[in-house]
């Protein structure tokens, strides 16, 4: 360590973002007109003065080396006028004003192993958390499950085959991180904390821990004469909140945490009020390095939707259309007693009615 | 030294498949970059995953590490087996808040990664759920050199902890027609607005704000956002007749069933009306703005002139309570003038100030509110009653209501204020 004396941050937030935004986009900011979509990844959006934009989006690894960091910016500066920008799903999207442009930067692209895909009713990139390569409570290894998935979904990322977008998530513990999606793939712990009395003492404030639990499952104890915790097996949800404050009371189980499957969550406005994801399928195992169970239930669902939805409709519509009994069967998926909601306002979630399809 | 390799016979199936591989780019990280201390971050890095693998289970646990001035910002990360695999034992990401909407051009990105290359792994994700710049992986005293250094060039930390998060947006009216706001616009200066509270973790728990540019909602505002901005318009939506006729000639003889079956029985309010002429006639008055007939024809169909946002509070994910969409506050705001930002700063500045107060340890907005009710918290952050908060109003009558003359009298004094404004 160096003794110089310390620097002050310069507390500057968030960076303006129109400086580095290409000058069409700036120039045209709030007047576009509207867009097409000419071939899958690519989109024209043409603006009130004629001025248009041409969007090549690219799904790549997510957490890039600077060699491929460096590589994505050679292709910008190349054919791309040097202007990226990122979507929330983490892929590049590379803007041209000339559409001559557009061929020769798919094909850079595509030579460089990267993919071009993702926009309209095609399976978008699956946006995830970052799992054993950096989480301190992670159940799984997202990224690794998601390479698996994104080598089996590929062509529907390159196509646009899908009734509507696709937006598929995982998660590496029950926390979500990586949100909603029209099918959300996350660890579901399925055994009580094991605790080590030993360190809880030093390592947990232990009322923090107690308060975390959502069903007041902990409560404090003293255990081989040393202050510690003990959790209510019959009560305990294994939801995993009490590993976070205190890394003792481990979660993470390499056979009893399971991915669980969910499905329907869509956070848009259009046709219905956004919706959350709903369970449908549980005890899959974790099994890296490749997850094929996982991948499997996911390619089902997704044939499913594919072959029955109608233009339009988001996995959510599709079942809200076709009712919960038909899913469960054209995906042969097991109903259990699970799928059935006990958690606070859960009775808004059964049928009351005699609205039944035969 | 010859750097360590680790066996990873796990990791290296992840290299086979036509999807670009992780494993495969810290793989070159490990064996071409010119500088051995990222060859032996990356392959510890490589050892320690392979490991996790095996085991499916984590090894990183947090800790405290931070820059000076700053109390958050970096993810510390210290390794539980970082005697087995030593240069990788400390292994902090860098939280760095991206020039709003995600833009960039390819010198600031090389600028970026010249400088993580000098003091970090040379792995980075563009971006991280909470929406950061991920720089992943350097040890206590990288982390300072590598945050003075981006700093002067105009780059801030983010948030992590119990603070106001790093803010996001959708690409909005940058590449968007759909677009009703300026979203980046509104995005940094409410976040700017609270450096202090994303600096300085001190507040019950994460805070973060999520601009979408229309009900579509792009950016998962209501879902994720305490405080979703969502841009929406008042007046009539544009129908431009001849494209729409353009939509339904273009799909053949099918084209005019095709568009009944797809736009105008999908409008969740019935408000739209194919005329035998192919013409589309709109009940704007009923129309929602669910954006659906929009997307559908994008050349026909566009938002009013009128453009506002529409506020909503308390979104989150599953700790503790469980999920909770966003509530509607403000059901329609004007975000022209410089008075519009700075009231909707103001907006923010209560909501923040409320929950400080009166937020329990860990509780986000959302929570605070299924615990207090919707009513205290208006109350508390100085907001009005609106039906448009509701689904539906009360069904149970269990509830004291002595005080229903005064509250229809203020009904009535709001509605006579509108009326004469």
């Keep these: 360590m160096s003794n110089d004396k310390p620097r002050s941050p310069i507390e500057s937030g968030c960076p303006d973002g129109f400086q580095y935004m290409h000058p069409v986009m700036r120039k045209n900011y709030g007047q576009w007109k509207f867009h097409e979509h000419p071939q899958p990844g690519v989109l024209r959006h043409v603006a009130n003065s004629g001025d248009e934009i041409w969007t090549v989006r690219v799904g790549t690894q997510r957490i890039l080396d600077v060699f491929s960091l460096r590589e994505l910016c050679d292709i910008g500066d190349e054919f791309a006028d040097g202007y990226i920008h990122f979507t929330i799903r983490s892929n590049v999207e590379y803007l041209v004003t000339d559409p001559a442009k557009v061929e020769p930067l798919i094909k850079a692209i595509t030579d460089k192993g990267y993919i071009v895909g993702g926009t309209k009713n095609s399976v978008a990139m699956i946006s995830h958390t970052q799992g054993w390569l950096h989480c301190d409570i992670p159940g799984t290894d997202a990224s690794g499950a998601v390479k698996s998935m994104m080598d089996e979904l590929i062509d529907e990322f390159r196509n646009c085959n899908m009734p509507n977008r696709v937006h598929i998530t995982t998660s590496c513990c029950q926390i979500n991180c990586g949100g909603q999606g029209d099918i959300a793939i996350n660890i579901q712990h399925t055994k009580p904390p094991k605790i080590n009395h030993d360190l809880v003492a030093n390592i947990c404030e232990r009322p923090t821990v107690v308060a975390r639990c959502p069903v007041a499952a902990i409560r404090p104890a003293m255990v081989n004469g040393k202050p510690s915790l003990e959790v209510d097996e019959k009560k305990c949800i294994c939801c995993g909140a009490c590993f976070p404050p205190c890394p003792p009371m481990q979660i993470n189980d390499a056979e009893h945490s399971k991915l669980a499957i969910w499905v329907g969550g869509n956070h848009s406005n259009a046709r219905s009020k956004p919706t959350f994801q709903k369970l449908v399928a549980a005890g899959i195992p974790n099994n890296p390095p490749r997850w094929p169970e996982a991948t499997a239930v996911v390619k089902n669902i997704l044939q499913a939707y594919k072959e029955d939805a109608q233009d339009w409709e988001r996995i959510n519509d599709w079942i809200e259309r076709i009712g919960w009994p038909r899913f469960f069967e054209k995906t042969n998926l097991p109903f259990t007693k699970y799928h059935i909601d006990n958690w606070r306002g859960s009775r808004n979630s059964l049928n009351a009615s005699t609205h039944i399809r035969f | ?421």
């Design chain 2, 1 to 421: 030294m010859a750097k360590k390799i680790y066996e990873t016979p796990m990791l290296d199936e992840l290299e086979s498949g036509p999807w670009p591989s992780f494993i495969s780019g810290i793989k070159k990280l490990r064996d071409d970059h010119p500088d051995e201390r990222i060859q032996e971050v990356t392959s510890s890095l490589l050892g320690q995953l392979e490991h996790s693998y095996e085991t499916r289970k984590g090894y990183w646990k947090g800790g405290t590490v931070s820059v000076f001035g700053y109390g958050g910002g970096i993810i510390p990360r210290f390794s539980e087996v970082g005697s087995a695999f030593p240069e990788s034992k400390e292994f902090h990401t860098i939280r760095v808040q991206p020039p709003a909407g995600n833009y960039y051009t390819t010198s600031m990105l090389r600028q970026l990664g010249d400088s993580w290359e000098k003091y970090g792994s040379g792995l980075q994700t563009f971006h991280g759920q909470t929406g950061n710049i991920m720089f992943i992986g350097t040890d206590t005293d990288g982390v300072q050199h590598f945050f003075d250094e981006v700093n002067e060039y105009g780059f801030d930390l983010g948030g992590a902890g119990p603070c106001v998060r790093t803010a996001m947006s959708c690409v909005g009216a940058a590449r968007c027609e759909m677009s009703c706001t300026n979203e980046h616009g509104i995005h940094r200066l409410l976040v700017n607005n609270f450096t202090d509270d994303v600096h300085r973790p001190a507040l019950p728990y994460k805070f973060k704000f999520k601009v979408s540019g229309c009900p579509n909602d792009c950016q998962n505002a209501i879902e994720r956002a305490d405080m979703a901005i969502i841009g929406t318009w008042r007046d009539d939506m544009k129908v431009n007749q001849d494209e729409v006729k353009n939509y339904i000639n273009a799909k053949g003889e099918n084209g005019r069933q095709y568009y009944l079956d797809n736009v105008v029985s999908r409008c969740p309010t019935n408000s739209l009306t194919l005329n035998d002429d192919n013409t589309l006639t709109v009940d704007n008055h009923n129309c929602v703005r669910c954006m659906h007939c929009l997307n559908v024809m994008p050349k026909a169909l566009h938002p009013g002139d009128d453009h506002g946002v529409t506020v909503l509070v308390g979104g989150k994910r599953t700790l503790k309570i469980g999920g909770l969409m966003g509530t509607v506050i403000l059901p329609f705001k004007k975000m022209d003038t410089e008075e519009d930002f700075e009231s909707l700063v103001e907006l923010a500045e209560e909501m923040i100030d409320f929950w400080a107060e009166n937020g329990l340890e860990h509780e986000r907005t959302g929570e605070m509110i299924e615990r207090i009710g919707l009513v205290n918290y208006l109350e508390g952050i100085g907001v009005e009653v609106d039906p448009n908060m509701v689904g539906h109003p009360r069904e149970s009558s269990y509830v004291r209501m002595d005080g229903w003359d005064e509250e229809a009298e203020k009904w009535f004094e709001r509605k006579a204020e509108a009326a004469s404004a």
